[in-house]
Nanobody, 121 residues
């Protein structure tokens, strides 16, 4: 079993910052891509940022220059530093990781339960 647990969400004013963290634990052989998604009420879940095991990153256009994704492979963690937050960033943010649990198994995507980020004055 693999578990992903997010932390760091909360209420922040426009222009403020938050840092989200996600830790993967359980039966982990190796973790490939890790990512942050978000979903606002009534909207589809969207990819915010992703990072490969080697450190290559991709960002959704609206967060480029404001958000930074990083990971610590030794700790099985991925973080999302969010600066210059806007009301439209308000959503539940979900951690995602592609995990191989054993050498004989195939990678599988796991999801955290999500953490609420609210940007409001």
């Amino acid at each position: 079993q693999v578990q992903l647990v997010e932390s760091g969400g909360g209420l922040v004013q426009p222009g403020g910052s938050l840092r989200l963290s996600c830790r993967a634990s359980g039966n982990i052989f190796t973790i490939y891509d890790m990512a942050w998604y978000r979903q606002a009420p009534g909207k589809q879940r969207e990819l915010v940022a992703a990072i490969t095991s080697s450190g290559t990153t991709n960002y959704e256009d609206s967060v480029k220059g404001r958000f930074t994704i990083s990971r610590d492979n030794a700790k099985n963690t991925v973080d999302l530093q969010m600066n210059s937050l806007k009301p439209e960033d308000t959503a539940v943010y979900y951690c995602n990781a592609e995990v191989r649990r054993a050498i004989i198994s195939s990678p599988y995507n796991y999801w955290g339960q999500g953490t609420q980020v609210t940007v409001s004055s």
